[in-house]
């Protein structure tokens, strides 16, 4: 799509809400989200205990393992870490069906809802907590129509309600179970979708270090493992999940805007997420000396894709719906 085009359609989006009242707002939020980060300095967590077995099976994201199997641009990845097993995020459901791709994966891959102990949101957007309809309810779900959640607890950084679930707010970094640890969320300023905190899962494994799971990473990788660095000692082991690289292509096109490249960057709807951007990502990440790389399609593109693949070579892991990731 030609930036002239991306620019007019911005243009007529701006017009439905005021652009000054916008920039505005993305200038005090920018400022604010710093003012947050510097002001958020936590001690390290000490003994957090850790876990023996850590697997990480997508079950929602842009790329399947088989044809069985649906993709879409979200993010759902069911989380086993020795006795404790989390679903993290919701996926997208974009034609707001019942059941959802998320439960028709599910149900494939032979998931249920029984064995799942508690639910992390990374943050709340319509892609992570279940679709638009959820988002303008101000709920998660795994589907357009009732599922029981069994009151199991949910952790979002930010009010967001199931009437099935239990839902708790995570302000400060918390252990959830032995060796599983959320981050915090981290502030960032969207221009057009407003204050988004965003929060990491972190898994400790023993005689290995801490595996990260991310959603979006609005945040930046950064910020999200200068994070991990205030809260631990142990080496990083693995980084899996979303770091939102939409460089030379966005999953998701809303009203003829390449909605990945335009809204949530953090930066001005004319200013784009760079191959240079992602060059240097890599090479903060790879100073750390990760294991296990694995980048999620769902808001990246495949340039960016090929880029980590590129650099981190037999540690990467392909990101598949349906291919476990054994750590
Ligand atoms: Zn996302
Ligand atoms: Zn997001």
């Known amino acids: 799509m030609s930036t002239l085009k991306d620019a007019t359609n911005i243009a007529l989006l701006g017009a439905a809400i005021p652009p000054a009242y916008l920039a ?8 604010r989200a710093e003012e947050v ?5 936590y001690p390290k967590l000490g ?3 850790s876990v023996k077995h850590l697997s990480i099976l997508p079950l929602i994201d842009w790329r399947t393992a088989s044809d069985e199997l649906e993709g879409e641009s979200g993010v759902s990845y069911l989380i086993r870490a020795d006795d404790t097993t989390i679903l993290f995020d919701m996926g997208l459901n974009s034609r707001d ?6 439960l028709r994966n599910m ?12 639910i992390f949101i990374s943050h709340n957007h319509l892609d992570h907590v279940g679709g638009m309809q959820h988002v303008k309810d101000g709920i998660f779900g795994p589907s ?7 009151q199991m607890p949910a952790y979002a950084p930010e009010p967001i309600i199931n009437p099935s679930a239990t839902a708790i707010v995570v302000e400060e970094p918390m252990a959830l ?3 599983v640890v959320s981050m915090a969320p981290i502030p960032r300023q969207l221009f057009f979708l407003g204050w988004t905190p965003e929060q990491s899962l972190a898994i400790n494994v023993e005689g290995k270090g801490v595996v990260l799971i991310i959603g979006c990473g609005h945040p930046t990788i950064q910020k999200i493992i200068a994070r991990k660095e205030m809260l631990f000692d142990e080496p990083l082991y693995g980084v899996i999940g979303g770091l939102h690289f939409p460089v030379t292509a966005s999953r998701s096109v809303r009203h003829g805007i390449p909605a990945q490249q335009v809204f949530g960057t953090g930066r001005w709807p004319w200013e784009r997420i760079t191959k240079a951007d992602v060059h240097e990502a890599i090479s903060f990440l790879y100073r750390r000396n990760p294991k296990v790389v694995s980048l999620s399609p769902h808001d990246s593109c495949d340039w960016s894709l090929s880029a980590f693949r590129d650099a981190f070579g037999s540690r990467y892991a392909e990101l598949l719906v349906g291919k476990e990731i054994v750590i």
Do not use: T
């Open 24 to 31: 505005l707002r993305f200038v005090r939020g920018r400022a």
């Open 37 to 41: 980060w510097r002001a958020s300095q």
């Open 47 to 49: 003994d957090i205990g």
């Open 97 to 102: 069906e019942h059941p959802s791709p998320l």
């Open 107 to 118: 149900a494939r891959l032979g998931v249920s809802f029984d064995e799942i102990d508690m």
């Open 144 to 150: 357009a129509g009732y599922v029981n959640l069994h």
């Open 177 to 179: 179970a032995p060796g």
